[in-house]
Nanobody, 123 residues
């Protein structure tokens, strides 16, 4: 599985961005998809995950209520809609996937990773 993240950019606080992660491979629909982020000088942290069916989602407390994760299995793509962005959301965002129904926060559980996309939120 290869993952290609896109949609990052610069925005002012309170603004919105939508990240996309396109996956190759015919078994996309069997993978849980997740997003992580890493700010300068900080460890990579979990943002959100969605199971293969889209039935279950998991969000980090810091983004709950502001970010929405969805997927379109027909397009092999997941979308992270980010609203009410804050300067502390500034980071490189990575998409990742794991086969099956794990949709937790542990990055080591995810098998495949895309390249990062930079999100910068200015105050």
């Amino acid at each position: 599985v290869q993952l290609q993240a896109s949609g990052g950019g610069s925005v002012q606080a309170g603004g919105s961005l939508r990240l996309s992660c396109a996956a190759s491979g015919r078994t996309f629909s069997t993978y849980t998809m997740g997003w992580f982020r890493q700010a300068p000088g900080k460890e990579r942290e979990f943002v959100a995950a969605i199971t293969w069916s889209g039935s279950y989602t998991n969000y980090a407390g810091a983004v709950k209520g502001r970010f929405t994760l969805s997927r379109d299995n027909a397009k092999n793509t997941v979308y992270l809609q980010m609203n009410s962005l804050k300067p502390e959301d500034t980071a490189v965002y990575y998409c990742a996937c794991v086969r099956g129904n794990y949709y937790g926060t542990r990055s080591r559980e995810y098998d495949y990773w895309g390249q990062g996309t930079q999100v910068t939120v200015s105050s």
